[in-house]
């Protein structure tokens, strides 16, 4: 146990309060008194998510209000900002006092609670240490380890979703420029089967709605999503669709706090009443895996009353903007009920039901997150939702349309400004004509890929830009062992972390500025821009002095690594440093949407990217959108197994984590647990808290343990069950992905539990 938990025992009270409210206004308060930051910490709650100099939370990336709201936060957002401008500091004198062998038994919390870098690191294997090197010395390190590569693909360039986009275009330029498309993100492990989904259902990689439409809908229909803690400020939208008449379906094998009730806390009168208001008017339960059945089945419902009302289906729509209604159609009717509830594990009663909502709704959007994308069948599941969102033509109107939840600051923007291991011909010319570069044409890896190539040597260098790479992937040993056979690996970040002990035969670390920093430049004090869940593209501004004088921001770092890794460029990365308008410039001709970008990311709110499947314009082959006829994947686990996901707690953000509770689901002093269905629990002659050991079976047969974990009964399927990551990332194979999106298959983990001796 670490200082959090020792002496403490674990708790389990089922949560039957409000989500956000109270709650939320205490935890905050104990976390701004526990971090010391009763200063800051409110002045950034008045300029985070704000236009006219505020700064973007660097945590989810839900929009930003429109109305001019002036609390436009929640408890998530500002733990997270308040973990980042801590008064707490990590130098030379602590890496002088401990070894990385010693750093490595202390826990993740332990780790990132030691506060911010102060300075650029190097690795020395002689003592074990990280000492301190100078900007100039770690970047001409990193140029030598490039000369030595004998190929650009030895290279690969990870990305978390904290990286703004200036820095991301100019992060792609390099890794381009040097010869490669070895761009893993964390889109791979999260939202990939979305992009790919949509991209072949409507000829783009996003939804296409955006707050407004959540404002104007009739039916908000939430798959395979935790708002309370993941998106925390879609309660505020939750909540004002339940008082104006909405309905609102909630879809997850665990009915979460969001999917109950809410206080939200910048509505005073609530809060000063205890008032609540509901954010659901159905709930349903499948079992894991089982939403594409579910999903098929409110189809096959629709279809069923299109035989007695002909409005049921719009006939018009489907006719002028689709094609293969009558081959979905076919396969709808052709899929028995008897099998549609086997495999989604809810009665065709319950499925009805939704399926009314949905049919007596005039506008309806479908938002899901990685519920529905960690599977084997992640694109499957997309497409079939946007089948039924075709159905009554919900597409290309006010208040309709898909609306995936992308869960961190900027990853949506990582991928438009050019962070894609599979970059299409059009990006490739523009940014060759424009950069005077000729990038590379073949297909790079992914972050699977890139732990499989490092893993067999063919990867030897290895930058990390952001994030905690080595906590975030499946297979913890695995990709461990992967790291550790780089001949260098590079991390740009904020804050001590398990990536930084977990390097190769040279490491560096790089600090760099945070989101709620100044940074200035010779041509003055910067902006970067952030893009949003739903296209929409702003400017943040940090407030606050930087942690330490030695800091660098991202697209200061990432010139200085160019400059060295490509001694004979003609990309002017100095100047692109000097002042970030230089930057968008040249991303406005690079790319789509992003044309007059200086003037329009400074006008309020910013802009909209255009979404063509919003004006009913499709770049598919047919040039219409399409009917997907995927058949249903059997999600069934065989007897004794047990269908895993895994997920976040409540005080936690990605792999940050704050304490040990989790105050939604009633945990308090534990993350070592699995929740089980009761029934489940008895079967195994397993009581609350028990010890047991879980072991997961990989498709190539081969098993990972984790033992003595406590089990806790809870409201889910039988044959489901659910604990936290990054912790069970263990039990995740690394083999085991998904053959539709190659993202990991981290929510349908084959597991069996067991006592433990």
């Not at 332990?110 to 240490?129: A, H, M, S, V």
């Not at 974990?709 to 912790?727: L, S, T, V």
């Amino acid at each position: 146990m670490d200082e959090r938990t020792s002496g403490e025992q674990p708790e389990f009270r089922p949560y039957h309060h409000p989500a956000a409210g109270w709650g939320a206004a205490r935890s905050v308060t104990e976390f701004l008194v526990r971090e010391r930051e009763l200063v800051d910490g409110p002045r950034a709650i008045m300029r985070m998510n704000h236009e006219n100099g505020g700064f973007d939370c660097p945590g989810c990336a839900w929009p930003d209000d429109t109305k001019g709201l002036h609390l436009d936060i929640c408890e998530n957002g500002i733990k997270h900002v308040t973990w980042e401008m801590t008064r707490k500091r990590v130098g030379a004198e602590f890496f002088a006092a401990h070894t990385v062998a010693e750093l490595s038994e202390w826990s993740d919390f332990e780790l990132e609670d030691q506060g911010r870098l102060t300075e650029p690191l190097r690795y020395d294997p002689g003592i074990d240490r990280y000492v301190p090197i100078s900007w100039p010395e770690a970047f001409a390190l990193f140029g030598r380890a490039m000369a030595e590569l004998d190929s650009p693909d030895q290279a690969s360039f990870y990305t978390s979703g904290r990286l703004g986009n200036e820095a991301t275009f100019l992060y792609q330029l390099m890794a381009r420029e040097f010869g490669t498309n070895n761009l893993p993100d964390c889109s791979n492990m999260c939202h990939e089967a979305s992009g790919r989904a949509l991209q072949a259902s409507l000829g783009t990689g996003k939804g296409t709605v955006d707050l407004k439409d959540w404002e104007m809908t009739d039916a908000l229909f939430i798959l395979g999503v935790n708002a309370a803690s993941n998106a925390p400020r879609m309660l505020t939208s939750l909540a004002e669709a339940y008082r104006r008449g909405a309905q609102i379906v909630h879809i997850n094998p665990l009915v979460e706090a969001a999917a109950t009730r809410t206080i939200i806390p910048h509505d005073f009168a609530r809060m000063a009443t205890f008032k609540a208001t509901r954010t659901s008017t159905l709930n349903v339960q499948p079992r894991i895996g089982g939403d594409m059945a579910l999903v098929r089945g409110m189809a096959k419902a629709v279809f069923e009353e299109a035989e007695h009302d002909p409005k049921a289906v719009d006939a018009e729509f489907v006719d002028r903007h689709t094609t293969g209604f009558d081959d979905y159609r076919a396969l709808c009717e052709a899929t028995p009920w008897p099998e549609i509830e086997r495999q989604s594990g809810v009665s065709r009663a319950v499925i009805t039901a939704a399926a009314r909502v949905y049919c007596e709704a005039d506008r309806s959007i479908f938002s899901w997150c990685l519920g529905i994308t960690q599977h084997e069948h992640g694109v499957d599941t997309v497409r079939e939702i946007v089948n039924l969102l075709l159905l009554r033509g919900n597409l290309g109107r006010e208040g309709a349309g898909p609306s995936p939840v992308r869960g961190h600051s900027n990853v949506q923007g990582n991928r438009t400004c050019g962070i894609d291991h599979r970059p299409d011909e059009a990006f490739l010319d523009r940014l060759a004509e424009v950069c005077g570069i000729e990038p590379p044409r073949a297909h790079g890896l992914d972050t699977i890929g890139t732990i499989e190539a490092m893993h067999r040597g063919e990867v030897k260098v290895f930058v990390g830009m952001g994030g905690n790479f080595a906590l975030a992937a499946p297979d913890t040993p695995h990709t461990f062992a992967a790291l550790r056979k780089c001949a260098l690996t590079v991390q740009v970040s904020t804050k001590l972390n398990r990536s930084h002990l977990v390097h190769g035969e040279q490491a560096l670390i790089l600090p760099c500025l945070g989101r709620t920093e100044k940074d200035h430049q010779r041509g003055g004090l910067q902006s970067t821009s952030v893009e949003d869940s739903m296209s929409m593209v702003h400017l943040s501004r940090g407030m606050k002095r930087p942690a330490s004088p030695h800091l660098l921001s991202e697209p200061a770092i990432i010139a200085g690594l160019a400059a060295a890794a490509l001694p004979g460029s003609r990309t002017p990365w100095q100047r692109y440093v000097e002042d970030y308008d230089r930057i968008r410039d040249t991303m406005a001709q690079v790319l789509d949407g992003f044309e007059d970008f200086n003037r329009r990311v400074r006008l309020p709110l910013g802009f909209r990217i255009r979404q063509p499947a919003r004006e009913l314009i499709f770049h598919t082959p047919s040039g219409r959108a399409e009917f997907s006829t995927a058949e249903l994947p059997d999600v069934v686990p065989a007897d004794g197994v047990l269908a895993l996901g895994t997920m976040r707690s409540h005080d936690q953000w990605n792999t940050t984590i704050y304490s040990d509770d989790d105050r939604y689901r009633g945990i308090k002093n534990l993350r070592t647990l699995i929740f089980m269905n009761a029934e489940d629990m008895r079967d195994r002659g397993i009581g609350e808290f028990d010890r047991v050991d879980i072991t997961s079976t990989a498709r190539d047969g081969s098993t990972r343990t984790l033992n003595r974990y406590q089990a806790i009964p809870y409201d889910i399927p039988r044959g489901c069950a659910a604990g936290y990551m990054p912790e069970m990332n263990v039990l995740c194979a690394l083999g085991d992905y998904s053959t539709q999106s190659d993202q990991p298959i981290m929510k349908h983990v084959a597991v069996t539990v067991e006592p433990s001796a």
